[in-house]
């Protein structure tokens, strides 16, 4: 039994077609309808549409990412009724259309984040890189945020200003952008106003509040999922602790147990991404894959070396901290378990090959999304060709 092999795609308007995407491997996309607007129903017609477009590519489409939360539901602000009652009525149309996995996150304001979207690996490859002390210029220097000294350690700020007086305007610039005009899995892109207002709406809003704003979302939307066989898989906080003054409670183990302590509804369910949790030294990710398999309706495949605290840069799939491997030999064993194939993309990739001469967006181009696919198919295949009983063709 083996996992459902998928890519994302952003739609009509992804520089990646849905041709590329087959001919990398996969069988599905995971797609989401990034034209409408942040909190909008997704109607009935618009989902068909896009599956039969999807289909008539021999492709499937299972999985959403992502339908998002809007930050009135995660600030539990004026209109948190409205919102909710949109999302449950997105939720019925998807079910509709036999889609049965929907991927989600809780970070307020942001979606991923990161501080270089062009490091160069030592083969000239591109990857994706975070490191504090950047993020740190941008807080305490661009965004200048009240307050926000208080966020980190001493000799990071003195870095992080000498930093900041080495750069030009376009290294500023590009620094502002990186963090906060949206990457291509995010929903929203700001300015820096825009930026600072939206930070305003979580004022007064530390962790155990947003843990609390969260487990009322789930507990408004997870029995009328139940009943409709879908399953909401919360993706975790990217990277997996607080930044610029947001609180992050979907970062740790035990962040998701207590979700699912508080909320057992089968459809509360986890996008287990090993790149987001992975940028953690103390998250044990072969130990989730165990302990939180039941959960895990979805997976990012995805490593990332570790470089100290508070930096790390998205390696090649088998290479960085995932213990790649031993996830999916972990996976193979929940799958059997449970009877169950999983779906699982290789979240980013490196920009690679021919695409670096092409614009693409960053995580998001074709040729190292499908070395990863290729390189997690070909591990996968291993495993279940070793676990298989002698003389079936495994
Ligand atoms: C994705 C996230 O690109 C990525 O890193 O894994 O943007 C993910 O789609 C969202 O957080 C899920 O809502
Ligand atoms: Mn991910």
């Given at each position: 039994m083996l996992m459902i092999h998928t890519m994302r795609w952003f739609g009509p308007s992804d520089p990646v077609s849905l041709r590329d995407i087959r001919q990398a491997g996969a069988s599905e996309v995971v797609t989401a309808l990034h034209e409408i607007a942040n909190g909008a129903v997704w109607p009935c017609e618009t989902i068909r549409a896009r599956k039969a477009m999807i289909e008539a590519a021999g492709l499937g489409w299972t999985v959403v990412e992502s339908l998002p939360v809007p930050d009135a539901i995660k600030t539990r602000g004026a209109g948190w009724e409205e919102m909710i009652d949109h999302y449950r009525a997105s939720l019925a149309n998807l079910a509709a259309c036999g889609i049965r996995t929907v991927t989600y996150n809780f970070m307020p304001v942001l979606d991923w984040t990161r501080t270089d979207l062009a490091w160069a690996m030592p083969d000239g490859a591109l990857a994706l890189r975070f490191e504090l002390e950047a993020a740190a210029v941008f807080d305490m220097h661009?965004?200048?945020?009240?307050?926000?000294?208080?966020?980190?350690p001493p000799d990071l700020l003195t870095s992080a200003e000498r930093r900041f007086h080495a750069m030009d305007a376009i290294e500023r610039d590009r620094l502002q952008r990186t963090v906060i005009a949206g990457l291509p899995g995010s929903e929203e892109t700001f300015t820096l106003d825009q930026f600072r207002a939206a930070l305003a709406?979580?004022?007064?809003?530390?962790a155990e509040a947003l843990r609390a704003n969260h487990i009322a979302f789930l507990e408004a939307v997870c029995p009328m999922a139940d009943e409709l066989g879908i399953r909401l898989v919360v993706h975790p906080d990217d990277p997996p602790f607080a930044l610029f003054g947001l609180p992050r409670v979907v970062s740790t183990e035990d962040d998701v147990a207590a979700l699912f302590d508080r909320v057992p509804n089968p459809s509360n369910g986890l996008c287990f991404c090993a790149g987001s949790f992975g940028a953690r030294a103390d998250n044990d990710l072969p130990g989730m894959i165990q302990r939180l398999g039941s959960r895990i309706g979805f997976l990012h495949l995805r490593s990332v070396q570790r470089e100290g605290d508070g930096v790390f840069h998205e390696a090649a799939h088998l290479e960085g901290d995932a213990e790649m491997v031993e996830l999916v030999s972990r996976i193979h064993a929940l799958q059997r378990r449970e009877g169950r194939s999983i779906p699982m993309r290789p979240d980013h990739g490196h920009q690679m090959l021919d695409d670096l001469a092409k614009t693409t967006l960053p995580g998001y181009s074709l040729l190292g999304r499908m070395r990863g696919l290729a390189e997690l198919r070909g591990v996968e295949r291993g495993i279940a060709h070793r676990a298989a009983p002698e003389h079936s063709p495994g």
């Amino acid at each position: 039994m083996l996992m459902i092999h998928t890519m994302r795609w952003f739609g009509p308007s992804d520089p990646v077609s849905l041709r590329d995407i087959r001919q990398a491997g996969a069988s599905e996309v995971v797609t989401a309808l990034h034209e409408i607007a942040n909190g909008a129903v997704w109607p009935c017609e618009t989902i068909r549409a896009r599956k039969a477009m999807i289909e008539a590519a021999g492709l499937g489409w299972t999985v959403v990412e992502s339908l998002p939360v809007p930050d009135a539901i995660k600030t539990r602000g004026a209109g948190w009724e409205e919102m909710i009652d949109h999302y449950r009525a997105s939720l019925a149309n998807l079910a509709a259309c036999g889609i049965r996995t929907v991927t989600y996150n809780f970070m307020p304001v942001l979606d991923w984040t990161r501080t270089d979207l062009a490091w160069a690996m030592p083969d000239g490859a591109l990857a994706l890189r975070f490191e504090l002390e950047a993020a740190a210029v941008f807080d305490m220097h661009v965004l200048r945020r009240p307050g926000a000294e208080r966020d980190y350690p001493p000799d990071l700020l003195t870095s992080a200003e000498r930093r900041f007086h080495a750069m030009d305007a376009i290294e500023r610039d590009r620094l502002q952008r990186t963090v906060i005009a949206g990457l291509p899995g995010s929903e929203e892109t700001f300015t820096l106003d825009q930026f600072r207002a939206a930070l305003a709406q979580y004022e007064g809003i530390d962790a155990e509040a947003l843990r609390a704003n969260h487990i009322a979302f789930l507990e408004a939307v997870c029995p009328m999922a139940d009943e409709l066989g879908i399953r909401l898989v919360v993706h975790p906080d990217d990277p997996p602790f607080a930044l610029f003054g947001l609180p992050r409670v979907v970062s740790t183990e035990d962040d998701v147990a207590a979700l699912f302590d508080r909320v057992p509804n089968p459809s509360n369910g986890l996008c287990f991404c090993a790149g987001s949790f992975g940028a953690r030294a103390d998250n044990d990710l072969p130990g989730m894959i165990q302990r939180l398999g039941s959960r895990i309706g979805f997976l990012h495949l995805r490593s990332v070396q570790r470089e100290g605290d508070g930096v790390f840069h998205e390696a090649a799939h088998l290479e960085g901290d995932a213990e790649m491997v031993e996830l999916v030999s972990r996976i193979h064993a929940l799958q059997r378990r449970e009877g169950r194939s999983i779906p699982m993309r290789p979240d980013h990739g490196h920009q690679m090959l021919d695409d670096l001469a092409k614009t693409t967006l960053p995580g998001y181009s074709l040729l190292g999304r499908m070395r990863g696919l290729a390189e997690l198919r070909g591990v996968e295949r291993g495993i279940a060709h070793r676990a298989a009983p002698e003389h079936s063709p495994g």
